[in-house]
């Protein structure tokens, strides 16, 4: 859904084309005006309580897709996390391993935990382990973000990249199903030219519809083709498994088959492993997975249907696994950005998008774009929605944007908004500032704005208004920061890209790879 509020006085109503993904409504500016911040505010809870998310247009123009796979925003594989307290490993005396150095952990910025189950949890004791759970995820990015390499460039020093060839059951054949992955529509088109998707001629050169869950796929392609990358695994220090295994939750998502067998490929790959001499060397310390799904789409409880149970097994905690979501009690457990609809090819790719963004008329105050959740369908009318194009221009002329938690708490749209020059607007922590410590700053004030979501369900701060009352230079700071400072590292650039000035997504991730297995022989470091 789309919704946008307009800085300027209200035009009069267009007429719609027919192949909009669409649908407007006009109300007069002086009868619009006429509306209380808190009764608007009231509209906007609704639409957000009902989980049909975007704000847009000249006047109040609504636009919303619904949960069926004709959105790039709208594909979930049922998720619904659930981030309850592991109290069995959390408490008083907990601690991770590695150990940090240093001072001990600044107390938490944000005031509580979302999704913390209160059921395992008495009410007398709910803050404290809130505020240790909170303490123990802090200390993990801090760990992460030591593992951060100070080189801007690939260098690879002996530390070579090798990358298993794996029985194409993993993950070539699981591409060959994308036809019959998704009932009422063709998925190969969202995963074709190895994972790009099909060009974006609109948006121009490096635009493609790269749907959110083709990570597998991308960073497979990109490996194959880094300096690093050796034949013998003797001449290795990291070693890539390209197993494909969101494509292998996907396609059985849609089916009615047993839990064995939606964790029979995973078991497979372990046993494949563990026959690997590599493998047995460290067990599986110095391996890495890229998983294009979140976390616990690989983390199955009894109580839910949802994904497998991979990244449960005992073999599987060792290796490093590379997410679109962290799970944040799992030390490695890395997050890495979404994939964005932009992979541009060279320096001058990514140049010509900032002096584009950084000059954009933003004639909207504040977006917000999403989907409806199937509960809601039938409480507002469900239309075609949630064209890459539509949604950037959205964003391109878009003060802010704002990102509150969807079927689990990370958005693809955050990155779609930083790469657009449209700050994000967070209501939890755990969407971007708990996920992302290797592309993400640890200030998060120099690019997004926080606002507790219980705040504002209580009515306590009016959004709107509080954006309204940013200064100019202030939202000026902070897009220059996210366009000049971020923004090349959150893309992932073409599978030949040649970027010489910048570190892409990529790159970033693979330098820090390599810096944290340089360091497995050094326990005082790792």
């Not at 944000?110 to 404290?128: C, H, K, L, M, Q």
């Not at 690997?276 to 616990?296: A, C, E, T, Y």
């Not at 790159?507 to 340089?518: C, G, K, P």
């Amino acid at each position: 859904m789309a919704v946008s509020v307009s800085r300027k006085r209200l035009k009069s109503s267009r007429k719609l084309e027919a192949k909009q993904c669409y649908f407007g409504f006009t109300i007069l500016y002086n009868f619009f005006s006429r509306i209380s911040a808190a009764v608007f505010l009231l509209i906007l809870i609704y639409m957000w309580s009902s989980f049909s998310t975007i704000i847009t247009g000249n006047i109040i123009h609504v636009c919303f897709s619904t949960r069926k796979l004709n959105s790039l925003y709208c594909l979930s594989a049922g998720t619904r996390p659930s981030f309850e307290i592991p109290t069995t490993s959390i408490n008083k005396n907990s601690s991770i391993t590695p150990q940090i150095e240093g001072n001990e952990t600044e107390p938490a910025k944000f005031p509580g935990i979302p999704y913390v189950a209160t059921s395992r949890v008495g009410n007398n004791d709910r803050d404290e382990e809130v505020a240790n759970a909170v303490k123990v995820i802090e200390e993990q990015l801090q760990v992460h973000r030591s593992w951060k390499s100070d080189k801007n460039y690939a260098t690879c020093d002996g530390q070579g990249i090798y990358v298993y060839d794996l029985p194409s059951k993993f993950n070539k054949d699981l591409v060959g199903q994308c036809h019959d992955m998704v009932p009422w529509q063709d998925f190969c088109k969202y995963i074709s030219n190895e994972g790009f998707g099909e060009p974006i001629t609109k948006l121009g050169r490096g635009w493609y519809q790269t749907h959110q869950y083709s990570l597998e796929l991308i960073f497979h392609s990109r490996v194959l083709k880094h300096p690093c990358r050796v034949y013998s695994e003797n001449d290795a220090k990291l070693f890539y498994v390209p197993f494909y295994g969101g494509l292998d939750i996907l396609r059985w998502h849609f089916k009615n088959v047993s839990n064995d067998v939606k964790d029979s490929l995973g078991l497979e790959l372990v046993k494949w492993l563990e026959r690997q001499r590599p493998w047995n060397r460290n067990s599986g310390k110095d391996h890495v997975f890229v998983l294009g799904k979140i976390s616990w789409d690989f983390r199955r409880t009894s109580e839910s249907p949802w994904g497998t149970r991979l990244l449960e097994l005992d073999k599987m905690q060792n290796p490093m696994k590379l997410l679109i979501e962290r799970q944040p009690w799992h030390v490695n457990d890395i997050g890495i950005p979404h994939p964005t609809y932009f992979h541009p090819h060279s320096d001058n790719d990514i140049i010509a998008w900032q002096l584009k963004i950084m000059r954009s008329n933003r004639k909207n105050l504040v977006s917000f774009a999403g989907a409806a959740r199937a509960e809601a369908e039938d409480n507002i009318s469900s239309v075609k929605c949630g064209e890459a194009e539509s949604i950037i221009e959205l964003f391109v002329e878009s003060e802010f944007c704002l990102q509150p938690p969807g079927d689990s708490p990370t958005r693809k749209s955050v990155f779609d908004s930083l790469i657009s020059g449209c700050i994000p607007v967070l209501f939890d922590p755990f969407t971007a500032y708990y996920q992302y410590p290797w592309h993400l700053p640890e200030d998060h004030d120099k690019y997004s704005v926080f606002m507790d979501k219980k705040e504002v369900r209580q009515m306590n701060v009016n959004v709107v208004e509080r954006l309204a009352n940013i200064s100019s230079r202030e939202r000026e700071n902070m897009r220059r920061y996210i366009i000049y400072e971020l923004l090349p590292g959150l893309v992932y650039g073409d599978h030949n890209a040649e970027l010489e000035k910048f570190q892409d997504a990529f790159a970033i991730t693979m330098n820090n790879l390599l810096e944290r297995v340089s360091r497995l022989d050094e326990p005082h470091k790792a």
